[in-house]
């Protein structure tokens, strides 16, 4: 499956990257990711299978909020408003990643996967996925204070599920 992080990643994890990218593969779709609290681990993971890989599109890995304004065209006044880990800028990212040329579905990732500052809520993640002329979707988790890998794991599982609806 998945050389590269296949000692790391979950099977039913591994399974579910094929499969969502068998489906793009299958509908000549292309994906894109915008992954804050993830780091990338889901780009790394769509690009790890091959045959099928060729369907992801790009990456942005945007953990700081200066990084969501300059690739993401993100408004900074959005993030201070409504907060970094929120709906409002999950959708943002989304739509933001779906401008990339080529691209067809764009899955965002932004949260806490572990403790941070006094008031963040660790595992709590907000995601979106946007498809070309369809409404933006959102989906907020609170996985708890599991500990950062076990979020991100939890974020991935998520994400794929997110991919594999709006590949219906």
Same mark, same amino acid.
Do not use: N, W
């Given at each position: ?26 509908? /000549?779709? #292309? ?63 989304? /739509? ?36 070309? /002329?369809?409404?933006? #979707? ?6 708890? /204070?599991?500990? #950062? ?20």
């Amino acid at each position: 499956m998945a050389e590269t992080l296949s000692a790391t990643i979950p099977d039913d994890v591994e399974i579910a990257v094929r499969t969502i990218l068998e489906r793009a593969k299958a509908k /000549d779709a #292309r994906l894109t990711a915008a992954e804050s609290c993830t780091g990338g681990l889901l780009a790394s993971l769509l690009t790890d299978v091959e045959g099928v890989s060729h369907v992801f599109e790009r990456g942005f890995v945007v953990y700081s909020k200066r990084a969501k304004c300059e690739l993401l065209d993100i408004a900074p006044e959005r993030i201070e408003r409504c907060g970094a880990v929120s709906r409002e800028v999950a959708v943002a990212m989304a /739509d933001g990643a779906l401008k990339a040329p080529h691209a067809d579905i764009a899955i965002a990732i932004t949260g806490f996967a572990g403790p941070a500052g006094p008031d963040d809520q660790p595992g709590l993640v907000h995601f979106a996925c946007a498809r070309q /002329d369809d409404e933006t #979707r959102h989906r907020q988790e609170a996985f708890g /204070d599991i500990g #950062r890998g076990p979020t991100r794991i939890a974020c991935i599982r998520t994400a794929l599920e997110m991919l594999g609806d709006a590949l219906e």
